[in-house]
């Protein structure tokens, strides 16, 4: 009878009740608020040749009026100054978004063909879905370099087809066309599935009712099933959205010298410059870029459940 | 003077006449899902403004005949005419059927009022008319203080209500209803019932029910037709489906009724009088009025309304035929009836209700009682299917 010893009054103050709570707060403050302050930390000091680059910034609690002193905005008014630095968080967002409207684009159809095909077909299309993950993330970014490269298997195909000339090659490896593409299939998945189960949900008789008061099927679907779907479709976009626009990997492996993207600026700053306050100012302006679609995500899941 | 009525109830019958064309045929419908067959060459007439009920088991193939009057489901064979036009291969979207489908539904990312305007909208109607159209919509169901509820924000009754308003909106030529009152509490439902008939009447329109529930048939409908395994049994007026069952099956389906086997001992012109059938039920004599085609030696039921059956202690004057004795080996307490299971020698169990007119607590037949129950030749009848 759990919902007796919730309002027993003499349960409520029983401290093993508070141990339960207290362990994912005290997991969230020790392995994110803690690492993200230091994060925050380290963007407000000087850069340093040393080990680690930067000036240490706390020294004690007797120096907190120290502290707050030498509190350094340089960082960001540099990042700020330097259009390098807009441009790579535009260029991110832009490739963000194309990425993301691309995935809705091919993963809206899957989800509602997997959520359409028999209840007995279902298991096997999921499984389908999710079966890329039993090989690793790089390993697939990988293969698909081997597809795209100038002799690669898809010039090999185009050619043998005869599509393509036996001098010719495909060349959309090392630019952005490559990006999407590795960026698509990667993150399909994470499209298809939210999508599918919010898809799966409806009820059938909704579209048959919408038919039989004279609405012919394409109507139906952005009358009905569309806007019904919508969580699917705000939890897909969002789950693609956040990630892709710090992704690193896979313009790394696909992208050109020219593929601007934020994660790959942070690498740069960190291992290439080792600038640490300069990316770590870099990375707590991609956060709070991204609070506003993290916040939109958080209250759709909230109304969904 | 004497004070107005109204108009007189007209007598509502044109399946009796011969001249009268159809509004819905299904003509030799049959309709397979791969080797199960849910409707097996039907032929069935609805006429105009008629409140027509298929009543049925579930999987007897009733929704399915619903359904491809609706246009969900094409017929394997056969054709429907509405108003004498072939409707096969029209889809549901070009029919002028609506339907209030069992579950309702209710789109519920629109509000109460959105849902009805739906297939309104659907036509293009210019948004004046359509608002008037709504507003008329929900005060028929009397739902205009909700028109901006979400369905979820509804109770079941009012959700009913409006999944009624919406497929109403579009005056359909033909209504069809999947057991529209399942989901309701008893109390509400006949309440229901009886509203449906009044919209039923007021706006002249044909309404098509389906359910498995034989008293909401009965209440609601102008005709029934008893469905089985994807035939229909027998079409008829609530009345002659009661009264006059076709068969064992029909007899059984609807209400509460005695079937005793037995086989015809004496026909009519054996007995000499027009119209009289003698059966032998294992031993028990029935003499039954009925025009009956059976003759003697065939096998038939015996079958009588419970209602129909007389108890008493006392042993009538003719015990020759039409009267049991047996002990009262049950008895249910209804309120407003008693049903008495009274157990022969042979352990076959009759059943004789009797209406409560006094208010006695205390019943003079009680459990162990040994009593006799009797019927006149008119009370039950002869089914030889």
Partial sequence: ?305 | MAKSLGPVKRKFSPWTDPSAVPFIRFENITKRFGDFTAVDNLTLDIYEREFFSLLGPSGCGKTTLMRMLAGFEEPTEGRILLQGKDISGVPPYRRPTNMMFQSYALFPHMTVEKNIAFGLEQDNLPKGEIATRVEEMLKLVKLERFAKRKPNQLSGGQRQRVALARSLAKRPKVLLLDEPLGALDKKLREETQFELMDIQTELGLTFLIVTHDQEEAMTVSDRIAVMDKGIIMQVATPAEIYEAPNSRYVADFIGDINILEGTIAATASALGAPGAVRIDCDGIAVSVEQECQAVKGDKVAFAIRPEKVRISPDQPADTSANAVYGEVWDIGYLGDFSVFLVKLADGRIVRAAQANVSRLVDRPITFGDMVWLTWPVDAGLVLTR
Avoid at chain 1, 77 to 92: M, Q, R
Avoid at chain 1, 250 to 258: F, K, S, T, V
């Fill in chain 1, 1 to 305: 009878m759990a919902s007796v010893s919730e309002t027993h009054p003499a349960n409520r103050s029983n401290p093993a009740r508070w141990l339960v709570v207290a362990v994912p707060y005290v997991w969230l403050l020790l392995f994110f608020a803690a690492p993200f302050l230091i994060i925050v930390k380290i963007s407000l000091s000087e850069t340093a040749i040393a080990l680690p680059p930067y000036t240490p910034l706390f020294k004690g609690f007797g120096a907190i009026g120290e502290f707050v002193s030498q509190l350094d905005f340089d960082n960001y008014l540099f990042l700020t100054g330097d259009p390098l630095y807009i441009e790579a968080y535009l260029s991110s967002l832009r490739i963000a978004v194309i990425s993301t409207f691309l995935l809705l684009l091919i993963g809206y159809p899957m989800a509602l063909a997997m959520a359409r095909a028999p209840t007995t077909l279902r298991p096997t299309l999921v499984m389908l879905v999710i079966l890329p993950f039993w090989t690793s993330f790089l390993i697939r970014v990988y293969a698909w370099i081997g597809i795209l490269k100038p002799d690669g298997l898809l010039t090999l195909l185009l050619q043998s087809l005869g599509l393509l000339g036996a001098d010719d090659q495909v060349q959309i490896f090392r630019t952005d066309y490559a990006v999407f593409i590795g960026i698509v299939y990667s993150y399909l998945p994470f499209m298809v599935l939210p999508l599918y189960s919010a898809l799966e949900k409806m009820d059938n008789t909704l579209l048959e009712a919408a038919s039989d008061l004279g609405c012919p099927p394409w109507k139906a679907f952005w009358k009905i099933t569309f806007p019904l779907s919508l969580p699917g479709v705000i939890a897909g976009s969002m789950i693609c959205f956040i990630p892709i626009t710090g992704e690193f990997v896979i313009p790394d492996l696909l992208g050109g010298a020219d593929t601007l993207m934020i994660g790959k600026t942070l690498w740069t700053e960190f291992f290439g410059n080792r600038d640490w306050p300069l990316a770590s100012a870099v990375a707590v302006i991609l956060l709070v870029m991204l609070v506003v679609p993290i916040v939109i995500f958080q209250n759709q899941q909230k109304k969904v459940a």
